[in-house]
């Protein structure tokens, strides 16, 4: 069985079908392919192949595909899919499948486009033949959970994809429950799904592989309405893949299962990846789609130095009611260690949604704010605060000396400002920090990635 998603992104308010088209068609459908229609009332279906283009497209300019890129298809069944990126693209497109008899016909097409950069190998996907990094794009079309060993294979994908490289997948998944039995086992007429894992499951394994998830979408309620434009195609309803297809449509349609498509990135190096930002939009981006890892990402280099800037505090000020902003607060890891040592009148800033949702459900904060702190009107009143700590938003691409200076001007006279800063960037902020009217109170620092000096300055206005 050889899926084709094809709407891999900005799908909203659109209609997708799925259909084995009839055999005039066989060159434009492999098999089981996605689209969508602009306007389901008004479908004919002489539509099918105008809605391919339109998908494919929309493949290309999702994926950032370019001619050099370096494209993995894991399962590519019979290499229609690849043949056409590569037509689209100019990219080198890669191909692997189990089937000795998919590759060959892969194989055999690809000879009758010889200025095409393509190459088809047999190979399970939990045994990729190919180096490490070697590829800069990996897509799996719908056959993950049907891999026996669904780990090794993501493991083996995040292997030969470069950091930073891009991976797509679509899948079915289950909203908590097994899938039916008649759903497991005739949802393929070779093979059960072997993986039946939930969205949050999803996450859960693609984080533990460091892959950062950029989109996450749920088709189903997409997808309920195949079964509307198929049912018009009479001569599919007596086929026994009509019958197969319309078992996943009951289940999608039942709540029984999902269905959803990923795009990720591989990033090992996260501290590198942040940093590597041009822009205050592209920061709360990159945080809005580090949000569910984040916690996981820094608690082995970064989770101690909130609770070293919480305790620098508490030895400086010894008020727990004072009124204190967690700048930059991100999921509440400062405000966490704060409320444990008594603190209860903590506010949280910071530049994304998603870190504040995740900083919220740990209830230690009064107030929780979505601003920019380089908006000097990003509080209602000046000279607000008690108390004002900064753990890790002072680095590169992140806060610099105009948020140092608001955040002085939010800071009330004889106030409190602790702040981490890594020793190189200690070095671009230090002439900022020491001409604003304040004094240089306490100043410690420990090592991070084993030799890199972080300091804790705590200044008193």
């Known amino acids: 069985m050889d899926f084709h998603l094809d ?43 105008k809605i391919w ?5 929309d493949t290309i300019s999702s994926s950032d595909l370019t001619a050099s890129s370096r494209l993995l298809i894991v399962r590519c069944g019979k290499g229609k899919t690849a043949i056409w990126l590569a037509q689209q693209t100019g990219c080198e497109v890669v191909g692997v499948d189990m089937s000795e008899v998919c590759i060959a016909n892969a194989i055999a097409q690809a000879q009758n486009h010889p200025s095409l950069r393509l190459s088809f190998h047999q190979a399970e996907a939990t045994s990729l033949p190919f180096p490490d990094g070697w590829f800069t794009h990996v897509l799996c079309q719908g056959t993950l959970a049907k891999i026996p060993e669904t780990e090794l294979a993501l493991g083996e994908i995040h292997r030969v994809l470069q950091e930073r490289g891009t991976f797509m997948f679509d899948e079915m998944v289950t909203p908590g429950s097994a899938l039916s039995e008649v759903v497991a086992t005739q949802v393929d007429r070779q093979e059960e799904l072997t993986s039946t894992w939930s969205p949050d499951d999803w996450r ?25 434009v198929l049912s018009q195609m009479q001569q599919l309803d007596r086929s026994e893949q009509s019958y197969l297809d319309r078992k996943i449509w009951e289940a999608i349609d039942s709540g029984k299962v999902e269905w959803w498509f990923y795009k990720c990135q591989k990033v090992t190096n996260w501290l590198s990846w942040i940093c590597d930002t041009s822009n205050t939009e592209e920061l709360r981006l990159k945080y809005d789609i580090w949000a569910s890892a984040y916690e996981a990402d820094v608690e082995k280099h970064w989770r101690f130095m909130t609770e070293n800037a919480a305790l620098t505090l508490e030895k400086v000020l010894p008020v727990k009611e004072a009124f204190i902003l967690d700048a930059g607060a991100g ?31 740990k209830q230690v904060y009064k107030v929780l704010h979505q601003c920019n702190l380089e908006d000097p009107q990003a509080f ?24 140092l200076q608001n955040l002085f001007r939010f800071l009330k006279p004889g106030g409190l400002f602790v702040a981490t800063m890594r020793s ?17 109170i306490a100043q410690s620092e420990f090592k991070i990635y084993e030799n890199e000096v972080m300091y804790i300055l705590v200044f008193r206005k």
């Open 7 to 49: 709407t891999l992104s900005n799908l909203p308010n659109v209609t997708v079908f799925t259909a084995y088209q009839k055999e005039e068609l066989e060159e434009v459908y492999q098999s089981l392919a996605w689209g969508y229609f602009g306007n389901l009332s008004d479908v004919s279906n002489q539509d099918f192949q």
């Open 53 to 57: 283009g339109r998908t494919k497209n």
């Open 204 to 228: 859960e394994k693609l984080a533990q592989l460091s892959f950062l998830v950029l989109e996450a979408e749920d088709l189903s309620e997409i997808v309920k309405q195949n079964g509307k």
């Open 331 to 361: 999921t509440g890891l400062v405000g966490e260690a704060l409320a444990k040592r008594g603190y209860t009148n903590i506010v949280a800033a910071d530049l994304s949604e998603e870190m504040l949702a995740s900083a919220r459900n």
């Open 380 to 403: 209602d009143s000046l000279e607000t605060f008690d108390a004002i700590i900064a753990a890790g938003m002072f680095a590169y691409a992140h806060a610099g000396v105009g948020v």
């Open 424 to 440: 190189d960037y200690y070095k671009e902020m230090e002439r900022a920090l020491f001409e604003l009217p304040w004094s240089l």
